[in-house]
């Protein structure tokens, strides 16, 4: 049985993570290299994704008669934190930022996977999310095939 509650619940955690991507992508942009520019329309077109992923999502905790979510999820802040830390020790190489990147991209995959199984989820709801997580999965791989790409030396 659908469950407002629940739908509001699994779409308000989906926006968290759309703004942890945002913002781990912002700073992911801000850690490269000059060397590395090429990597900033990348990032710019992980973080245009989540902001219309997010808007979609957050129209639809809208349309439920709920207050959409505006910050970032609790292990996202601690992520960050130590990527802060991380790049003290490793400094800002492109393999760095592009590992780091794919950790969030993996965080971002695990949390369309169990809000696509939670139960009392809409079907409306279930197609949005599932055609959300599709784009996500491309835009791991392309990460993923990123950093592959340069090893570290």
């Given amino acids: 049985m659908e469950n407002k509650t629940v739908n509001t619940e699994v779409l308000n955690d989906l926006i968290e993570i759309n703004n942890d991507r945002i913002v781990g992508y912002q700073k992911a942009s801000e850690e490269l290299s000059p060397e590395d ?8 077109e992980m973080i245009r994704q989540s902001q219309q992923n997010k808007s979609e999502l957050t129209q639809e905790v809208q349309v439920l008669g ?16 130590w990527m ?3 790049a003290v020790f490793t400094g800002h190489d ?9 950790f969030g991209e993996d965080s971002a995959k695990k949390a369309y996977k169990a809000a696509l199984e939670t139960e ?10 599932a055609d959300q997580q599709l784009s996500l999965k491309q835009s791991h791989d392309k990460i993923k095939s990123l950093r592959d790409q340069y090893v570290e030396r």
Avoid at 37 to 42: A, G, H
Avoid at 121 to 126: C, E, I, M, N, Q
Wanted: hydrophobic share 30%.
């Fill in 37 to 44: 520019n090429d990597l900033k329309s990348v990032f710019a």
């Fill in 66 to 81: 709920e207050e959409p979510e505006k910050g970032t999820t609790n292990s996202g802040k601690i992520y960050r934190a």
């Fill in 84 to 86: 802060d830390l991380k």
């Fill in 94 to 102: 492109r393999h760095t930022v592009l590992e780091n990147c794919e």
């Fill in 120 to 129: 009392g989820l809409s079907a409306h709801l279930h197609t949005l999310i």
